[in-house]
């Protein structure tokens, strides 16, 4: 019986498929393979390699073993460090894009773009991560990776955004210039281009990746999207309303350490909602929702039916007349909760960013660094210097949103482009320009935690909406999102937060196998990645569940260990 069903349904859909070659154009195109090759030379390249406002300063060989990541050893290399656009800025500093490839001597043909996150300003080792939790990365499956700082120095200053070119640099030309000096690197190196392209990244780091869809669309075949900031000014925005918000409910006087200057002190804006407090939260949630996909595990899968069924201010117990406690929330406090959550807005209405999905992982010490610590020692820094024009320095307590968000469309004669403009990927609005890359046959994979707290997961999910709309419903055959439920900002909280999006890319754009459920796992104890210290104690260090690609959802099977992944279908 369920053979001859499966068969017939079989049947139907080839008929369909038939019935649709002849009337219009394959659905899907399928890229060519990369082919492997052999590193030809990696010292003579600093000679050997020639490109425009380019200089390479060492080209050397790293053996096998000399780099470890996850605890295995990283496979003999070129390590080639260089710069492009030298030059002196309009504020007297110097300035440069500067980067790094590392090229494998057994090579799989592959060019991945490593995407950094936060400010950029540093070049990380061009390890070709892949967000999540801790995994080797695709250096370690043969790609030839290069990473930049993205056209300016200093992590975790932004004076950079007062000049404009760096500006701009940041936001998306450094990845425009150094795309086409890295293809001609690996061509020199080997003897042939990179057969395939990827981008990818986690944050900011999926944001560049995300605006290079836009931008330079015809660069890149594959792009792994984690945790996309692609509206990062409102994003930064929604943030200094969440510290205006918070600072009245704060413990007066208390501070903390300001996060990057350790002799500042900051407000503690935590104490406004404690860890015990937002653990209550979670725990009033759970109870909602964490059986909605059939299984009281601590996970919440069913991320949209949670947020018809759970309701902040209705469930989480309310304080008595004796206060807080950390077991209740008072009505100020469950008023910016929701509001927080349902989206915040300026004094005049003005949505400033997105909703945000409420979820389990609240609990996660990294969402309260978000909203209580980077909120105020951070955001304020780059929307005043980076994404206002002019610049101009924000005043987070006192801040009037209404002003600023005009300061993040405005233009000026020397910033010529907005800071809104110049982060965000060109006419995402409607997901432009996607369609095309998906007759190109390019794809996108992307992941985000659900209890993100800077960049929203249902922003990502309003953005695969809009796709869906631009491609006629068919925004799966180009894009595939993988919410990670209880996921903090690209790693950690309670979560499966290791996984391997890398891999299923490449078999989509190479192979045509579309990717529906990838298997994640947590990070216990013994962890090669290093251990997730925020595993309750109920979990399995080896806990595994799969990814599944939006709209369908991990249920589990009704039977078979808890604990695996094989005990869960995606389903809608
Ligand atoms: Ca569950």
Not at 226 to 241: D, T
Not at 324 to 330: K, Q, V
Not at 555 to 565: H, I, L, M, P
Request: net charge positive; aromatic share 8%.
């Amino acid at each position: 019986m369920k053979t001859s069903r499966l068969w017939l349904l079989g049947a139907v859909v080839t008929v369909a498929s038939l019935a649709g070659c002849s009337t219009q154009p394959p659905a899907t195109t399928t890229l060519k393979a990369a082919t492997p090759a052999t590193l030809a030379q990696c010292e003579p390249l600093t000679t050997a390699f020639r490109h425009d406002n380019t200089t390479l300063d060492s080209a050397a060989t790293v053996p096998a073993g000399a780099l470890k990541l996850a605890g295995q050893n990283v496979a003999a290399h070129c390590l080639v460090k260089g710069a492009m656009h030298k030059r002196k800025g309009s504020d007297g500093r110097d300035y440069a894009i500067a980067f790094e490839m590392r090229l494998p001597r057994n090579w799989n043909g592959r060019f991945y773009y490593q995407g950094n996150g936060g400010l950029d300003g540093a070049v990380r080792p061009a390890e070709g991560a892949l967000g999540g939790g801790p995994l080797t990365g695709a250096l370690m499956q043969g790609f030839a990776v290069i990473s930049s700082d993205a056209g300016h120095t200093g992590a975790q200053t932004p004076y950079f955004g007062a000049e404009p070119q760096a500006r701009l640099d940041y936001g998306w030309q450094a990845v425009a210039k150094l795309t086409p000096m890295a293809k001609g690197l690996i061509a020199t190196a080997y003897g042939k281009g990179p057969d395939r392209s990827y981008i990818g990244g986690c944050s900011n780091g999926g944001r560049h990746a995300m605006v290079a869809a836009a931008r330079i669309g015809d660069q890149y075949d594959g792009y792994l999207v984690g945790a996309p900031g692609y509206r990062l000014p409102n994003a930064a925005m929604a943030q200094l309303w969440g510290v205006q918000q918070w600072a009245p409910l704060a413990t007066p006087g208390a501070t903390v350490k300001h996060p990057l200057a350790p002799n500042v002190n900051i407000a503690d804006l935590g104490s406004a909602l404690t860890a015990a407090e937002r653990q209550t939260v979670a725990g009033a949630l759970l109870d909602k929702c964490d059986a909605l996909d059939g299984l009281r595990d601590g996970m919440v899968q069913a991320t949209q039916a949670c947020q018809a069924a759970f309701d902040i201010r209705r469930d989480v117990a309310a304080c008595g007349t004796a206060g807080r406690n950390g077991a209740c929330l008072t009505p100020a406090q469950k008023d910016v909760l929701a509001t927080a959550f349902a989206g915040a807005t300026t004094r005049s209405g003005r949505a400033l960013y997105s909703a945000f999905p409420m979820d389990a992982g609240i609990a996660g010490a990294n969402w309260a660094q978000w909203k209580f610590v980077n909120a105020l020692a951070l955001d304020p820094l780059s929307v005043g210097t980076v994404f206002s024009s002019p610049p101009t320095p924000v005043d987070a307590m006192k801040e009037d949103l209404d002003a600023r968000l005009a300061l993040l469309s405005a233009t000026t004669a020397t910033y010529r482009e907005s800071g809104i403009s110049l982060m965000s990927p060109p006419g995402h609005e409607s997901a432009a320009g996607m369609a095309a890359l998906q007759a190109r046959g390019a794809r996108m994979v992307l992941y985000h935690g659900v209890s993100d707290a800077i960049f929203s997961a249902e922003d990502t999910r309003q953005w695969m909406l809009r796709l869906d709309q631009a491609l006629g419903g068919k925004g799966a055959d180009f894009a595939r999102y993988f919410p990670v439920p209880g996921m903090n900002h690209c790693s950690a909280g309670p979560a499966a937060d290791q996984f391997d999006l890398l891999t299923p890319l490449v078999q989509w754009v190479e192979q045509g196998v579309a990717p529906n459920a990838v298997t994640a796992s947590v990070r216990g104890a013994g962890n090669p990645g290093g251990a997730n210290a925020e595993l309750p104690a109920g979990w399995s260090a080896s806990r595994t569940r799969p990814l599944c690609a939006w709209p369908t959802v991990a249920r589990y099977n009704g039977s078979g260990d808890v604990e695996k992944a094989s005990s869960f279908s995606c389903k809608p």
